[in-house]
């Protein structure tokens, strides 16, 4: 199989696990703080211009803790990566660094709380990142907000959107996947789910800088469901990307589907990362949607959805079973 048709879109690099706060929901393992060595960084950014990408994706931790960002950034662009991301809290952006972050295409910055409310699940240092914001825009940079919703702030997704109107800045939903128990009682109901993405999607429509791209989005988006039923029912269609068209490369080599799914894939310290790509029985297993258990394996619509395989893995100990906040039994969908 040539790497130009393994269906490789995006790829997130892990550069460091080391971060300057401490958020409850974080997914990445600081136990011992950690930097990816630089020429594997440099492998894996050959890798992704083999591959083409779509999006190159630098992450952490904090990446700007990482002492060679800019670096690798300046490399990804003489390689002709198509679109370069950075993925930040965005509290080190200052007038030292500014204009480097114009080799990035868009910084994606985590938003979760609003100024006017109590900090929950993230440290409140919204104030702080408002001078942030100003610099971005006075310097043209491109800038994003990544809201996991959460019951502390699904409520609040009409503010959010003003709020990154204010600022100047497109928006994109997520949804909190609970990677640790305590943070059970702060995952979404179905009821919660589906009221927040109806409300994400009649936004998006309305406006291009809201951004939503949930797996459960064609149960309530009828003209979404009608353009994925019409397309071939034997291959994969849409839904979750994890391990099928997205992979996540860990600081300490491991490779997963994406930074939820803790199931490693293989390692690039051990193996070349088209090797595990390709032959990977994790991926193999994420791939063959036909294969799943439970309810997502008799799904009719298992090909252009799949279910989140993080979830089906916390909740069920398997990569291949239910995702338990299916959202198809009060959608009205048959």
Request: proline share 2%.
């Amino acid at each position: 199989m040539s790497k130009k048709e393994t269906g490789l879109h995006i790829l997130e690099i892990e550069l460091t696990n080391k971060c300057n706060l401490n958020c409850a929901h974080c997914y990445v393992d600081r136990s011992l703080s950690k930097e990816m060595p630089k020429e594997k960084v440099c492998e894996l950014i050959d890798d992704a211009a083999d591959a083409e990408v779509t999006r190159l994706v630098f992450t952490g931790g904090e990446p700007l803790l990482s002492s060679n960002l800019f670096d690798y950034a300046q490399y990804a662009r003489k390689k002709g990566i198509k679109s370069l991301f950075l993925l930040t809290n965005g509290l080190l952006i200052n007038e030292t660094n500014i204009e480097k972050l114009h080799l990035f295409d868009e910084i994606q910055i985590s938003l979760d709380e609003l100024p006017s409310t109590q900090p929950s699940i993230r440290k409140d240092y919204l104030k702080k990142l408002e001078k942030t914001f100003s610099l971005l825009r006075k310097n043209n940079v491109f800038f994003l907000f990544f809201v996991t919703l959460n019951k502390k702030n699904y409520m609040d997704i009409e503010k959010f959107i003003s709020y990154a109107k204010e600022q100047g800045a497109n928006i994109a939903f997520n949804c909190l996947i609970p990677m640790h128990p305590e943070l059970n009682n702060l995952t979404l109901s179905h009821k919660e789910l589906y009221s927040s993405l109806t409300q994400l999607i009649e936004k998006q429509k309305l406006n291009s800088h809201v951004l939503c791209n949930h797996h459960f989005r064609f149960l309530i988006d009828r003209e979404k469901r009608s353009d994925l039923l019409s397309l071939p029912k034997n291959r994969i269609v849409g839904g979750c990307l994890a391990g099928i068209a997205a992979a996540y490369v860990c600081v300490n080599g491991d490779v997963y589907g994406c930074p939820f799914l803790k199931v490693s894939a293989g390692n690039v310290f051990e193996k070349k990362f088209f090797d595990i790509w390709e032959n990977s029985s994790i991926f193999n297993s994420i791939r063959n949607r036909w294969g799943y258990t439970g309810a997502c394996g008799k799904c009719q619509f298992v090909n252009m959805c799949g279910g989140c395989r993080a979830v089906s893995y916390i909740k069920n100990g398997s990569i291949t079973g239910s995702d338990i906040n299916c959202i198809k039994g009060i959608s009205n969908v048959d």
